[in-house]
């Protein structure tokens, strides 16, 4: 059975020694571009992978990133992590995921499973008390995305634009209200939406119905549907996430309700599968790729200098994407 290679075969093949080569994997900064150059390429031509193990004895980091998301079966998240994945991939860092499926208690016990093996946390979108993650970000290097944590570095999005644009393109359709099917109840970020639409709704005279809270998925929407037939339909139906969005259209369709025709349906995140559905999804756009690699940047400046007070938080634009779920109102 062939041996796997070692520093020393890589040190041998690279002609430098195997103090050198050892450390153009832990500390590259050290070396010349002709040095590095020459050890990778030996260590790709004998493929030889550096013990993140190993490593983490010499310089007390592990390689790894926590990377935790409430629900990858949410288009979102796997988006936003691909991009992040890639970002640290690019500075030889390894992410290690995990998915919560939208429960506080199993986000805390990923955070603790994971922290004695990772530098740093992404947090996307936590569930948890603020007072919980000030405690975890004081111990390790912590990024929160889509949630604000005052005094932390925070990723975040612009969501008072997204809902001002959304309410201004609707009543030009001719819509006079709306109904919005909210999300989690202890969700920051069906907080912030809900809060930012009734806002927007304010400044427009616009009136908003906000439904009780709702789990962030296809079922929810499904279920939306069903008791939204029951009553007056409203012409407008406004989601928390854009699977809602998907649920709810697909239902309503199902029960013969047209849509746009009857009732216009708008979700939030701009996934790819919102795009590709039928019909289409008019969705506020979150550029997701964008979020996730700002939240890498984030954690790596964290990392260099642990000791920098945390900067503001950085929020990123949305955008709204007009597709085939909205139209004029129709005459009643």
């Not at 992410?95 to 499926?101: E, M, N, R």
Request: aromatic content about 4%; overall charge neutral; glycine content about 8%.
């Amino acid at each position: 059975m062939a041996t796997r290679p070692t520093i020393r075969d890589v040190a041998r093949a690279a002609g430098v020694s195997v103090s050198t080569a050892s450390r153009v994997f832990t500390k590259p900064e050290l070396f010349r571009e002709g040095t590095r150059q020459k050890v990778h390429d030996a260590a790709a031509l004998l493929e030889y992978s550096p013990s993140r193990s190993a490593a983490a004895l010499t310089t007390g980091r592990t390689g790894n990133i926590g990377v935790i998301v409430p629900n990858l079966a949410n288009p979102l998240f796997p988006e936003m992590v691909k991009a992040a994945q890639h970002r640290l991939r690019g500075q030889n860092l390894a992410a290690l995921l995990g998915d919560s499926d939208d429960d506080a208690d199993e986000e805390l016990k990923l955070i603790h499973t994971l922290g004695k093996d990772v530098d740093g946390l992404l947090l996307f979108s936590s569930l948890l008390r603020d007072e919980q993650l000030e405690r975890l970000a004081r111990r390790s290097p912590t990024v929160f995305v889509n949630r604000l944590v005052p005094g932390f570095r925070c990723v975040l999005v612009d969501a008072l634009s997204g809902m001002r644009q959304l309410v201004g393109y609707l009543g030009n359709l001719g819509h006079t209200s709306a109904l919005y099917l909210t999300g989690p109840e202890n969700s920051w970020a069906a907080r912030e939406r809900e809060n930012a639409l009734a806002l927007a709704g304010a400044e427009a005279d616009f009136p908003i119905d906000v439904t009780a809270p709702n789990r962030p998925t296809f079922a929810s929407g499904v279920a939306a549907a069903d008791l939204i037939v029951q009553g007056r339909l409203p012409t407008a139906v406004i989601c928390f996430n854009d699977v809602m969005a998907l649920g709810l259209t697909g239902r309503l369709l199902e029960l013969g309700v047209q849509v746009p025709r009857q009732v216009s349906v708008v979700g939030w995140g701009g996934s790819q599968l919102a795009g590709y559905s039928t019909p289409a999804i008019t969705t506020i756009a979150v550029p997701l790729a964008e979020l996730g690699t700002a939240a890498v940047d984030a954690l790596l400046a964290a990392l260099a200098d642990p000791d920098a007070p945390a900067p503001a938080p950085l929020t990123v634009p949305v955008s709204l994407h007009v597709r085939a779920t909205t139209g004029r109102v129709a005459p009643r």
